[in-house]
């Protein structure tokens, strides 16, 4: 027995609606999207669709929420793990893991696998330390096969992500691998008040809360951010018991999120 599936499956309800301000990624995702809708179409044609893609950008982007949405809109199975988990207990049991999760996926095809930093298992082999090295290249090299392994029927679209694109070992890039590379980047001000849109579409906005204003004002947040920033507003006017979110609770909750994030930085050091 293989014990506890570690990795997650499930139907994603997330959409494109969801993703804000990443106009041009989603733009490129859209051929997978109709690749998983209609996989016979596209055999049919003959037109080859990427096997592999990578999403690559700094935390809280959106990378697992673009991945989750293009499993939403073609409404497939998708199958998450994070690359660290294939390796965090027993040798030999990370490649296990891989071989396991591709033959899941394949049986609930189409459907996507998404594996997030892959960077750890995906460093240029050789460069480790010794120690659980063997273990990081047995299952890099297991990951390596299955994405050779596929036969074009099976129809399965693997996306990963990584903020270390630089650090991949370069074989992972090649053709029939992760050799479709799509950017995220931090959001601009219009990307941030559209970020914002979607984090506050279910709260009573007060007249003054002026997204437009939030948004220029915080140069620098990402994704993940903005929305802790719009739960945080909410949270305190639910405190105050105001029956609507107003500016002055952005305001407040603005130097939560960023005295938060100058911990993380302090303790990360
Ligand atoms: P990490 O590298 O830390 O895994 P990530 O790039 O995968 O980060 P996500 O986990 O997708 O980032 O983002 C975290 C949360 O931030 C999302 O669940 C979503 O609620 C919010 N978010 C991030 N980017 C966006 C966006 N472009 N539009 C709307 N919400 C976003």
Redesign the pocket.
């Known amino acids: 027995k293989s014990g506890a599936r570690l990795y997650l499956q499930q139907r994603s309800h997330v959409t494109f609606k969801?993703?804000?301000?990443?106009d041009e990624v989603k733009e490129e995702l859209l051929e997978i999207v109709e690749y998983l809708r209609n996989p016979k179409k596209f055999a049919k044609i003959g037109g080859k669709v990427p096997r592999g893609v990578l999403l690559v950008?700094?935390?809280?982007?959106?990378?697992?929420?673009?991945a989750r949405a293009v499993a939403g809109e073609a409404g497939v199975a998708f199958f998450s793990i994070s690359a660290s988990q294939f390796i965090e207990m027993f040798v030999g049991v990370g490649a296990s893991r891989v071989r396991d999760l591709f033959n899941t996926a394949k049986k609930s095809a189409p459907s996507i696998i998404f594996i997030?930093?892959l960077d750890a298992v995906g460093r240029s082999r050789g460069t480790g330390l010794g120690g659980g090295n063997d273990e990081r290249e047995q299952t890099l090299n297991q990951l390596l096969s299955e994405m050779d392994g596929f036969e074009s029927h099976e129809e399965v679209i693997v996306m990963s992500?990584t903020?270390r694109p630089d650090v991949l070992d370069t074989a992972l890039l090649r053709p029939g691998r992760f050799d479709r590379q799509v950017v995220?980047g931090r959001?601009d001000w219009r990307?941030r008040e559209?970020?914002l849109e979607?984090?506050t579409r279910r709260m009573p906005l007060a007249e003054d809360a002026d997204l437009r204003v939030i948004a220029r004002a915080t140069p620098g947040m990402?994704?993940?951010d903005?929305?802790n920033l719009a739960n945080e507003a909410a949270l305190l006017a639910a405190r105050e018991d105001a029956e609507q979110v107003a500016m002055i609770h952005f305001e407040k909750a603005k130097d939560r999120v960023l005295l938060g994030a100058e911990r993380k930085l302090v303790l990360t050091d």
């Open positions: 969801d993703v804000a301000g990443l950008g700094p935390p809280g982007t959106g990378k697992t929420l673009v997030d930093e992500a903020n995220l959001p990307a559209a970020i979607v984090h990402c994704g993940a903005l929305e």
